[in-house]
């Protein structure tokens, strides 16, 4: 059970270099660490057709990032920087602040201070996440992040982002906006792996959820019954609770791209006590010792260490069985996190 494992149990070294600054030329280029069980096997990410299913279902994460980083500056001058978190209205929005000394509620900052100059107020603090609001109608936040906005790449990577990364860093199949962070091990499929899924006779449903910047957020408390989980928005339409289902009744696999796919699903199935169409947010914590009902195999890159990501995995393959991947990933020099390479899971029965 979960209580058995602290944080310091979801440990790894990790050597920088192996952490990708940059994406591969081509997506599907990407290496595939086969995991399913042991021995493992390496392979390249187009080779990932032929490891499916007449009959399985891929179940993809459709949220679109949003140029969610913005610049600006105190009264006072000095810089910060604003990632937005998720809008709570036209003028309202969630948002981390980063800068020397946090600006206190109460106080005011200029947003996009070289363009538009839109003055917004701190209302209120809760933990890393501050609320704001613009003073005036127009710009409004969505206006502010399209003309004046910067992709969010994580913090890992840094750099700013570039010209290539408007589409490398967003699923060939992105479509609702939304996230701040891409669901990453989606960034490995391109049309021609796509069209070999489909001529394998594995089917595709989607799911939308928007990742918040708290998935890069560190663990901080040694025991995992105290660690505050972040909160996301999810949609499950309804013809994706028809294609699991179909799918889970001829005997197919239902495949999980990503963990966000997997949070969705189990999210939503824990929430509702079975899987049906659904919008809400999720704030599933899954540790070692979870009892998943929907997911039969994971594809994911590779996760930071003592991260909540570390956890899900581990729940769903086997603590052992992981430290073992990651253990190989490091040897065989895999390239890590969201523009790294990706490895293929099978739930543990």
Known sequence: MSHQFA?????????????????????????????????????????????????????????????????????????????VERLLSPTRALVQLRASHAPKPGSEIVIAPQSHRAFATIEARDDRFFTISLKQEAPNFETLMRSAGELPLPPYMQRHAEKADETRYQTVYAKHEGAVAAPTAGLHFDEPTLAACRERGVEFAYVTLHVGAGT????????????????????????????????????????AVGTTSVRTLEGCYQACGELRAHESETEIFITPGFDFKVVDLMITNFHLPKSTLMMMVSAFAGYEHIRSIYKHAVEQRYRFFSYGDAMLLQRRM
């Open 7 to 83: 944080l310091s149990d979801f440990d790894y070294a990790l050597p920088p270099e192996l952490i990708a600054q940059h994406p591969l030329a081509v997506r599907s280029a990407s290496r595939l660490l086969d995991a399913r069980e042991a021995p493992v096997h390496d392979r390249i990410f187009s080779e990932l057709p032929g490891l499916l299913q007449p009959g399985d279902l891929l179940v993809f994460n459709d949220t679109r990032v949003i140029n969610a980083r913005l610049a600006a500056i105190k009264l006072s001058g000095g810089a910060l920087e604003v990632m």
């Open 216 to 255: 890069f957020l560190p663990v901080k408390t040694e025991n995992l019954a105290d660690h505050r989980m972040h909160k996301e928005r999810y949609a499950l339409p309804q013809s994706s609770v028809d294609a699991i289902k179909a799918t889970k009744a001829r005997g197919g696999r239902v495949i």
